[in-house]
């Protein structure tokens, strides 16, 4: 299975800031997930990143919000922009792997917005 | 769309019990893929098991099993002899076949394992 690290593992923010979060895997993968899971919620799916192409958001979330970066078949980042409590929640990212391509996930970042 | 239903919130069992989790799914599909996954209060998700749609065979992973009814789109997971590093939150999860390989989740289960 791969092995998947994310930057911060948590922060507390001010409304109106933005924070980018980081991914790093330990093998190369071609997409590469962002999730975010609100308090007491399940988790929902915000967009797949590809290596070299736009991302593909989900319904209900926009670049303009959740911009994301794919530089290379290992690393991503999500960027929460001009937050607002509503944005406090975990945001996991997880890729593909193995004979089955089952889905691994990152340890998370948690995020307080104030 | 894919939607996957898990009807019970919480459930409690004995240590050393079985539990049983229930999970339904509603997809077009013919092939696809079925997950377990638990999330302890760490936060971290933890793939428990997995499943594939086309194997009648139902999948086992130690004290960890599934019961697979293709034709009644059922996937419950169930614990045999549960420890207290069991008590997590359970969440199911469907995959379809190739496309996004994008993961839908259903609400999750709160389990509670009484020493």
Same mark, same amino acid.
Do not use: H
């Given at each position: 299975?791969?092995?998947?690290?994310?930057?911060?593992?948590?922060?507390?923010?001010?409304?109106?800031?933005?924070?980018?979060?980081?991914?790093?895997?330990?093998?190369?993968?071609?997409?590469?997930?962002?999730?975010?899971?609100? !308090?007491?919620? *399940?988790?929902?799916?915000?967009?797949?990143? /590809?290596? =070299?192409?736009?991302?593909?958001?989900?319904? &209900?979330?926009?670049?303009?919000?959740?911009?994301?970066?794919?530089?290379?078949?290992?690393?991503?980042?999500?960027?929460?922009?001009?937050?607002? !409590?509503?944005? *406090?929640?975990?945001?996991?990212?997880?890729? /593909?792997? =193995?004979?089955?391509?089952?889905?691994?996930? &990152?340890?998370?970042?948690?995020?307080?917005?104030? | 769309?894919?939607?996957?239903?898990?009807?019970?919130?919480?459930?409690?069992?004995?240590?050393?019990?079985?539990?049983?989790?229930?999970?339904?799914?509603?997809?077009?599909?013919?092939?696809?893929?079925?997950?377990?996954?638990?999330?302890?209060?760490?936060?971290?998700?933890?793939?428990?098991?997995?499943?594939?749609?086309?194997?009648?065979?139902?999948?086992?992973?130690?004290?960890?099993?599934?019961?697979?009814?293709?034709?009644?789109?059922?996937?419950?997971?169930?614990?045999?002899?549960?420890?207290?590093?069991?008590?997590?939150?359970?969440?199911?999860?469907?995959?379809?076949?190739?496309?996004?390989?994008?993961?839908?989740?259903?609400?999750?289960?709160?389990?509670?394992?009484?020493?």
């Amino acid at each position: 299975s791969a092995v998947i690290s994310q930057k911060p593992s948590r922060d507390i923010c001010q409304r109106g800031t933005s924070l980018t979060i980081q991914c790093q895997v330990d093998s190369q993968v071609t997409m590469m997930f962002w999730y975010r899971q609100q !308090p007491g919620q *399940s988790l929902t799916l915000i967009a797949t990143a /590809n290596q =070299g192409s736009e991302a593909t958001y989900e319904s &209900g979330f926009v670049i303009d919000k959740f911009p994301i970066s794919r530089p290379n078949l290992t690393f991503s980042t999500l960027t929460v922009s001009n937050m607002s !409590p509503e944005d *406090s929640s975990i945001y996991l990212c997880s890729v /593909n792997s =193995g004979r089955l391509r089952a889905q691994y996930f &990152g340890p998370g970042t948690r995020l307080l917005v104030l | 769309a894919q939607t996957v239903t898990q009807s019970q919130p919480e459930m409690s069992v004995q240590e050393a019990e079985t539990v049983t989790l229930s999970c339904t799914y509603d997809t077009s599909e013919s092939d696809y893929y079925l997950f377990w996954y638990k999330q302890p209060p760490s936060r971290q998700m933890i793939l428990v098991i997995r499943q594939e749609a086309y194997k009648q065979q139902n999948a086992t992973e130690n004290r960890f099993s599934v019961n697979f009814q293709k034709a009644a789109k059922s996937f419950s997971l169930k614990i045999s002899d549960s420890q207290l590093g069991d008590a997590a939150m359970y969440f199911c999860a469907y995959r379809r076949l190739g496309g996004s390989e994008k993961l839908v989740f259903g609400k999750g289960m709160k389990l509670t394992v009484n020493p």
